[in-house]
């Protein structure tokens, strides 16, 4: 286990070129801080990044171990293709949640009555792992939702599917940073926006990376629990105030990044060009531009292979 503490941390903000750049634009107290231990994984080599937070538990298994988080194979089996007749998809009606009308945090309020975004099953195909951007778990007990969901439904919520599910490409759906497997192809994609509330920036991170993914022709998967969550003391209304953006602001963001084409030709280019038009779309601020600026230049200096292919 490494440890980077604030001292450690201090000594990155000297460092030469866009890495200590990169480091010095990083807010303290903020959710996005984490962002340096991406570029650390990143630099130190890491094929998988697996996102968490602090009262995430992992499952035991039969043998009273901890259950294989990041994939060991060369594809994942019997995974479900879902087909959904909206632009976004509620992957929790097909994982089998124990309440009804259920959604993950992030997702459009507006769109929660409209039944296309549930989606239905019409495959069942293995996945190649080269193919895989990102993979979120389920979390039972006390899972990722917003604090509209933690007013008016009740807990736990338990998922009862054993099955894996491929988001459409013609949708979008949020992610977020608890118990998320980050592949290497998706590694640029970890960045986290500074300029919003910690309860924003990782659902903000989900829906910037997808139209990326859609050009490079990776995938998101929702997979069964893995981990349990045993939820921090929250002020749900004092959630509710730092969510706002959720609410107010990501109908429209969804359908903009699932419209959106790139002219850029370069992965960094158009990941540049992406954070540009939602900045001048008000979606974060200009300091985010100068941090998306900063991180690419920094995993140029550390030799981090973007994806070269965009998807046919």
């Known amino acids: 286990?490494?440890?980077?503490?604030?001292?450690?941390?201090?000594?990155?903000?000297?460092?030469?070129?866009?890495?200590?750049?990169?480091?010095?634009?990083?807010?303290?107290?903020?959710?996005?801080?984490?962002?340096?231990?991406?570029?650390?994984?990143?630099?130190?080599?890491?094929?998988?990044?697996?996102?968490f937070d602090d009262d995430n538990f992992v499952m035991?298994?039969?043998?009273?171990?901890?259950?294989?988080?990041?994939?060991?194979?060369?594809?994942l089996d019997n995974v479900?293709?879902?087909?959904?007749?909206?632009?976004?998809?509620?992957h929790h009606p097909l994982m089998g949640p124990s309440i009804d009308s259920s959604w993950p945090r992030g997702f459009p309020l507006d769109m929660l009555q409209d039944e296309r975004t549930r989606g239905r099953v019409i495959s069942t195909q293995n996945v190649p792992i080269e193919r895989v951007g990102v993979i979120q778990f389920c979390a039972n007990e006390n899972p990722d939702v917003d604090a509209v969901h933690r007013l008016t439904k009740p807990l736990p919520i338990n998922f009862a599917s054993s099955s894996t599910i491929l988001v459409p490409s013609n949708a979008v759906a949020p992610y977020n940073a608890q118990a998320t497997v980050h592949h290497y192809p998706a590694l640029f994609a970890t960045l986290l926006p500074i300029t919003v509330q910690s309860r924003v920036s990782d659902?903000?991170?989900?829906?910037?990376?997808?139209p990326l993914f859609r050009d490079l022709g990776l995938s998101l998967v929702f997979a069964p629990p893995k981990i349990v969550q045993h939820r921090a003391a929250h002020n749900y209304l004092g959630d509710m105030k730092a969510e706002?953006?959720?609410?107010?602001?990501?109908?429209?963001?969804?359908?903009f990044v699932q419209?959106?084409?790139?002219?850029?030709?370069?992965?960094?280019?158009?990941?540049?060009?992406?954070?540009?038009?939602?900045?001048?779309?008000?979606?974060h601020e200009v300091e985010d531009v100068q941090l998306i600026q900063h991180w690419l230049g920094a995993l140029a200096q550390i030799q981090y292979q973007f994806p070269l292919n965009f998807a046919k």
């Open 1 to 51: 286990i490494v440890y980077l503490d604030i001292s450690e941390q201090e000594k990155w903000t000297k460092l030469p070129g866009e890495v200590g750049a990169f480091v010095r634009s990083l807010p303290y107290n903020h959710f996005a801080r984490k962002n340096m231990g991406f570029l650390y994984a990143i630099l130190r080599g890491a094929q998988f990044v697996f996102d």
């Open 60 to 75: 035991k298994d039969s043998i009273g171990g901890s259950v294989e988080l990041i994939p060991n194979v060369q594809q």
């Open 80 to 90: 479900w293709h879902a087909e959904v007749d909206a632009h976004i998809f509620n």
């Open 203 to 210: 659902i903000w991170r989900a829906y910037y990376a997808a």
């Open 244 to 255: 706002a953006d959720l609410y107010f602001k990501s109908g429209k963001l969804t359908e």
């Open 259 to 283: 419209s959106w084409k790139g002219k850029v030709s370069s992965l960094p280019g158009r990941m540049e060009e992406l954070w540009i038009d939602l900045y001048e779309r008000g979606y």
